[in-house]
């Protein structure tokens, strides 16, 4: 595990310079309102854009549920594949 993913804040609480965007995120996760809406987080490298994500994320889904999709990966066949693992995947009926 590289020493950026084993030192990445876990909770909102450990985010360190993002009192904006740590303020807002606490908002949602406490009115519930993260799960079936999409968040545009941008900044420079390094700020915490994916770290905050990740905690969003994780605050409604298992870890194993959470993906990550890098920008510049996505390409048409990508998506139609992910738009084809979303066909297969019935939520509230179990893995």
Known sequence: MRLTEKCRPKTL???V???KAVSIA??????????GHAFWL???TG??????????????ADEMFVTEIVGRDVTASFLAA????FRLLAFGRGG
Do not use: H, M, P, W
């Open 17 to 19: 310079g993002q009192n």
């Open 82 to 85: 992910l738009e084809c693992d």
């Open 26 to 35: 606490q908002s949602f996760i406490y009115r519930e309102l993260v799960g």
């Open 13 to 15: 609480s450990e985010v």
């Open 42 to 44: 941008s900044g420079a």
């Open 47 to 60: 700020v915490g854009k994916t770290t905050i994500a990740k905690i969003l994320a994780g605050s409604i």
